[in-house]
């Protein structure tokens, strides 16, 4: 599957950002999808993962209350919503998909994606 995140740009804190990562090749509802993001100078981190269903969000902590992943299959694709963007959400974001049947927690890890798609900038500023 190829993956192809967009929606980033240059946005004020307290802004609303959509991130989109659209899939094409092979079927994609096999595939359950994570978000990741890597500041500058940082490690890349888990964001929010979603099952090939759509029916079992998940997502890290420092996002709860704030970033909502969704997918619409019909579209073959996942999205992002994030509201009350913050100076430290400035990242590169990565949707990445794995055909693992995962617990929640196991999304968080990186080695569990098979597939990346390339990133989309987001900065926020204050």
């Known amino acids: 599957v190829q993956l192809q995140a967009s929606g980033g740009g240059l946005v004020q804190a307290g802004d609303s950002l959509r991130l989109s990562c659209a899939a094409s090749?092979?079927?994609?509802?096999?595939?359950?999808i994570g978000w990741f993001r890597q500041a500058p100078g940082k490690e890349r981190e888990f964001v929010a993962a979603?099952?090939?269903?759509?029916?079992?969000?998940y997502s890290a902590d420092s996002v709860k209350g704030r970033f909502t992943i969704s997918r619409d299959n019909a579209k073959n694709t996942v999205y992002l919503e994030m509201s009350s963007l913050k100076p430290e959400d400035t990242a590169v974001y990565y949707c990445?998909?794995?055909?693992?049947?995962?617990?929640?927690?196991?999304?968080?890890?990186?080695?569990?994606?098979?597939?990346w798609g390339q990133g989309t900038q987001v900065t926020v500023s204050s």
């Open positions: 979603i099952d090939w269903s759509g029916s079992s969000p």
């Open positions: 090749g092979r079927s994609f509802t096999s595939y359950a």
């Open positions: 990445a998909a794995t055909s693992l049947d995962l617990t929640t927690h196991l999304y968080e890890y990186e080695y569990m994606y098979q597939y």
